[in-house]
């Protein structure tokens, strides 16, 4: 090999290599955008909690989403998904929103882990099983929505809670954001009482209503029911 052949050959590395970047960064625009956000709203955390699939759920994993980070909020922890948007490359066909056009979070209250670790980890579960439902049945959440459950154990992972569902909020930290995939916007998850969740659903109150008598967007497992 001559020595033309030789720099041909390193610039096609090169050219390969620099080409393999590329795609990199273009496969992961649609989960670098959120991380962004994140970014904005807590400077400084390079690396939260993060809480991957092993599995993906189109190799047959039962994890719908890719992954979930929690944020140190200081008095709560907050959960933010990866997986109801287009992570990677564009694949929907609608160009304006990134896959189901959302992502959920939640705020949990510190003090409402006894055992931190597990219940992180059961409230990432929680959001997993959520996912299920959008990915199954194609059902979006929507803010000002609730989910009855019908259950009436906590769904803290010792059950001793009195919060048994959820009533939903834009996000109250992160901005809905334009991604190269489309637009995301984040569906924030409040725990709600089984008395609060039938008052909504008997037409007693409403989900803004029944916020505002709650005052706050995170979820306190020992809080008392407001209705």
């Known amino acids: 090999m001559g020595l033309f052949d030789r720099l041909r050959g390193n610039k096609k590395k090169e050219a390969d290599k620099e080409r393999t970047q590329k795609e990199e960064i273009w496969n992961t625009q649609g989960w670098d955008a959120i991380t962004r956000e994140c970014e904005r709203v807590y400077p400084g955390q390079k690396n939260p909690k993060h809480y991957g699939t092993v599995i993906n759920w189109w190799l047959g994993g039962n994890d719908p989403l890719d992954g979930i980070s929690i944020y140190d909020g200081g008095d709560y922890w907050h959960f933010v998904t990866y997986g109801l948007s287009e992570l990677y490359e564009k694949e929907s066909e609608n160009p304006d929103v990134s896959g189901y056009g959302m992502e959920f979070t939640l705020k949990l209250k510190k003090e409402s882990c006894k055992d931190e670790e597990m219940e992180i980890r059961c409230m990432c579960g929680i959001l997993q099983t959520i ?26 992972s010792r059950m001793e809670s009195g919060i048994t569902g959820f009533l939903t909020i834009p996000d109250s930290s992160l901005q809905a954001i334009e991604t190269p995939n489309g637009r995301v916007e984040f569906t924030e998850f409040i725990g709600a009482t089984d008395a609060e969740l039938l008052a909504v659903k008997n037409r007693e109150t409403d989900v803004k209503g029944l916020y505002e008598k709650l005052g706050s967007d995170v979820t306190d497992y020992y809080r008392n029911s407001v209705v």
């Not at 049945?137 to 803290?156: A, H, N, V, W």
């Open 131 to 156: 996912a299920r439902i959008t990915f199954t049945k194609g059902e979006i959440f929507r803010p000002y929505e609730y989910l009855y459950t019908g259950q009436t154990q906590g769904i803290d």
